[in-house]
């Protein structure tokens, strides 16, 4: 049975990775910082595959860390196991 911790880490991880890019940058001449879905959608291609890494980097975490949960698992059983002995 997952933890609490375990389920909602991937879920943090991809919100700081959202959050991280939708910060303003500096460099504008004249007026406030801003955010712009302009160059987003002039972009589409780049959109798309900007989510589709971002996408497949959440997968990839998740799949890591239900293998590394999958182990301690194991790891756990076989000592409740060897105590009984």
């Known amino acids: 049975m997952k933890n609490a911790l375990l389920r909602s880490l991937p879920f943090a991880c991809t ?11 500096p460099g504008h001449d004249g007026h406030e910082l ?3 879905l302009g160059h987003l959608v002039s972009h ?12 497949a980097g959440a997968w990839a975490v998740a799949q890591l860390l239900e293998i590394g949960a999958g182990r301690v698992r194991e790891v756990v059983r076989q000592r409740r196991s060897d105590r009984r002995e």
Do not use: I, Q
């Open 15 to 25: 919100f700081s990775a959202l959050a991280t890019e939708a910060f303003a940058h």
């Open 44 to 55: 589409p291609l780049a959109t798309l595959g900007c989510a589709v890494v971002l996408l």
């Open 34 to 36: 801003t955010w712009d």
